[in-house]
């Protein structure tokens, strides 16, 4: 993929949350400060997805700091402009040994730059020891480094220098970033994940079913702005089949997702655009899934659920 392609990717991410927060859809103080323009409108159908994506995610990584006790480290890959980070420290549920963010190097010194320039996302390092080089920016809790995901040597050699631990419980976050990824590197990446780290949770989110109509759309679009959907699985049996270097996989289509939302959550995101067309919402939440897969003692993990 090209840097426009990358940085693309992070951009549509990030302005899509903005608008979906400015919506009500959810609560983040912290988006404003990484997108400063007001993005574009977004279809109703675009904001309820982002919603249930993050939904998602929010609800693994919890379950996940709960069950550990906070015990625990977070690696977030292809991390863009994600402000998960500022939120679970503000509910005081950082993960006790560290968290670390990979993306390339044009979108990290983007965000070091931001971070550094904002008190309101610096001022839990001020009295930390805060190290910065180019392409890097560590404090004691928070890491933020460039690599290219395709380049496994690189990235235990940035998270060893940033202090990682092989010992304690890690969750590798994948938010939609696989898909921009062949499979043979994604392979290599599990496997450096699982064979290096005993106890682990992938908890990741991407596009799949993309051999349909609906799909084949999906694809046209991203591939005209050089994104290449490389890393969509055709469906939820061979991404299993490709998971099995973990004992335990879970996948589900966001489709089944939003029908199991807490109806009380459900009814208050539904009333806060009106949506014209719910079949075209369905189309589009069954070409996305969720998974959780992990290595961990029995016990553990068993119980995080969706
Ligand atoms: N995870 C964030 C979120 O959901 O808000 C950002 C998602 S954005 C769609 C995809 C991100 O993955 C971009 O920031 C992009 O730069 C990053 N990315 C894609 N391929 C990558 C690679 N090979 N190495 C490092 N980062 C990559």
Redesign the pocket.
Known sequence: ?SYEG??S??D???HC?KYAVSKGYWFDPYIDLFVTSMPGRKTPEISRGYYI?HWC?KSLVEQFLLKTNCQCQIV???????TLFWNILEKQLEPKHGFYE???P??VKKKKSIILSKLQLNKSFLSEKVRTTDLTLDTDTYHLM?????EVKSIDASLCAAGISKKVPTLI?????F???DSS?ISKLLNYFTEEFPIVLLAD?DPINLNDKFGEVMRQNLSQRNCPLLGAFPDIQSKKQFYKVFSDVNIKLLSDVYNNLPSNDKQRIERLEFLDEVDLLYEMLRHYSISWSYNAPTGLLDAIKL
């Not at 976050?173 to 970033?177: I, N, Y």
């Open positions: 993929m990358f940085i990717t992070n549509d991410a990030s949350k994506r995610i977030n890959l292809g991390a863009g402009f994600d990979i993306d390339m044009q979108v460039a690599c290219d995901l395709r976050l994948a938010e939609c970033v898909v921009y990824m590197s989110y």
